[in-house]
Structures are given as structure tokens and as C-alpha cells.
């Protein structure tokens, strides 16, 4: 059972444009929300979080936005450099108890920015 | 700040032999690390919570005899892969909680290690 679901394998954007990375979760216990930046064969590196008590949060280049009715939440990247070219993870964590600090994560989506 | 190690970065080990990976949290204490894993081309899938002075708790499916994990300080966690098989070849990645959470956290994770079992 798939608890967060990246539909788009891959995504290819020209440099300048936005980047939308989309992700969709159907666990409603779900209040934390990430994204990750990762390179082959390296640990992912956090971009940006959003708590389910919010609908957006904003960090330079980076905002993620969360539809929480949905069970949605897209990053958008603007404008987009071939930097940025790398897998993208979305994850998920339920917050407190014994499940606090798991990160349930999507398939990920290739993102391949063209200069 | 936030920087969790983890050793090796790539290891090759025979069939039938144990490898043990660390990581380690640098500039932080954390009373739990977790440990996953990555087959190619998929997901991230947790493998097991390490819980410092505790047992570790292991996710539906992995076998604790197997992936044997001792969290013995706030900044150390291994996770040692006993009798390895090719089928245990894969990318293992830890991260960790500090014992102070600052809001909008971002589970600092490790830079992985690639386990070939030959």
C-alpha cells in the first residue's frame, strides 16, 4: 500500500521556467510534510517542510503548497536552474507518539532542468 | 549544523560475511536514528528506529537477527548486516532526530552507504 505516491516519473523544464513536482498521500494521520533533493548513490538533503496546519510555506526559490482536503501537496521551484536537476522526494510523517520522526516517502520524480 | 556521518560510503563483502555501517550525529545528540533502505530505481522504505539505551523497533518485514542495530550513545547508531546475501545489496541511509527539535525540522540524513554482496 502506497501511502504517498509521486504519479510523475520524471519532469524536464527549460531553465527559468517553474518546476511543478507533484504528491499525493491517503494517510489522513499524515501532519508533517517534506521534500527532498537527492543525488545517485548520496543521502537526501532537505529542501522544505510544510505542518498540515498550514496551506504554504516559502523558502527562496522553493514553496510548497499542501491541499489538505486533497491530500495534496506540490512543490514549485522558480525559476528553475539545471542545479536543480535531481530526483525529488516528497515524504510524510505522522508527527508524535512512536510514530514521530518516520518518513514515509513517494517514488520520486526525476527532474531535468534544460539550460 | 545538523550533519549526521555515516561509514562506510561503499563496502563489497562476500557472501556469508557481516558488514556493519555507522552513522553518527556530529554536531548534535539524538536519542533516535532511523535506518533505510533503497533498491534502484525506488523508494526510500524505513527499515528500523534506533532508540538510544533501548532495542531498536523494526518495521513490518525486516528481520531483526538479520540487521542487527545497537545505538549505544546520543550520537551513534549500527546497523550491522549479518550473513549477507546479494539480495542485501543495496543503499542504506540513516538519519536522526536531535534530542532539541526546532520546528520546521528537516531529518537530517546521511550520505548512505552501497553494500555489495558478492
Known amino acids: 500500500d502506497q501511502q504517498v505516491k509521486q504519479n510523475s516519473p520524471s519532469l524536464s523544464v527549460q531553465e527559468g521556467r517553474i518546476s511543478i513536482l507533484n504528491c499525493d498521500y491517503t494517510?489522513?494521520?499524515?501532519?508533517?510534510f517534506l521534500w527532498y533533493k537527492k543525488y545517485p548513490a548520496e543521502g537526501p538533503t532537505f529542501l522544505i517542510s510544510?505542518?498540515?496546519?498550514?496551506d504554504k510555506n516559502e523558502d527562496g526559490r522553493f514553496t510548497v503548497f499542501l491541499n489538505k482536503s486533497a491530500k495534496h501537496l506540490s512543490l514549485h521551484i522558480v525559476p528553475s536552474q539545471p542545479g536543480d536537476s535531481a530526483v525529488y522526494f516528497c515524504?510524510?510523517?505522522?508527527?508524535?507518539?512512536?510514530?514521530?520522526?518516520?518518513?514515509?516517502f513517494g517514488q520520486g520524480t526525476i527532474l531535468t532542468v534544460h539550460p | 549544523g545538523a550533519v549526521v556521518s555515516q561509514h562506510p560510503s561503499r563496502v563489497i563483502c562476500k557472501s556469508g560475511t557481516s558488514v556493519k555501517i555507522e552513522c553518527r550525529s556530529l554536531?548534535?545528540?539524538?536519542?533516535?536514528m532511523f535506518w533505510y533502505r533503497q533498491f534502484p530505481k525506488q523508494s526510500l522504505m524505513l527499515m528500523a528506529t534506533?532508540?538510544?539505551?533501548?532495542?531498536?523497533?523494526?518495521e513490518q518485514g525486516v528481520e531483526k537477527d538479520k540487521f542487527l542495530i545497537n545505538h549505544a550513545s546520543l550520537t551513534l547508531s549500527t546497523l550491522t548486516v549479518t550473513s549477507a546475501h546479494p539480495e542485501d545489496s543495496s543503499f542504506y541511509i540513516c538519519?536522526?532526530?536531535?534530542?532539541?527539535?526546532?520546528?520546521?525540522?528537516?531529518?537530517?540524513f546521511g550520505s548512505g552507504t552501497r553494500l555489495t554482496v558478492v
Open positions: 538519519s536522526a532526530i536531535p534530542v532539541l527539535v526546532r520546528t520546521n525540522y528537516g531529518y537530517t
Open positions: 494517510n489522513s494521520m499524515f501532519d508533517y
Open positions: 510544510i505542518s498540515s496546519i498550514k
Open positions: 515524504a510524510a510523517s505522522r508527527g508524535g507518539g512512536t510514530s514521530y520522526g518516520k518518513l514515509t
Open positions: 554536531d548534535f545528540q539524538a536519542t533516535t
Open positions: 534506533s532508540n538510544e539505551g533501548s532495542k531498536a523497533t523494526y
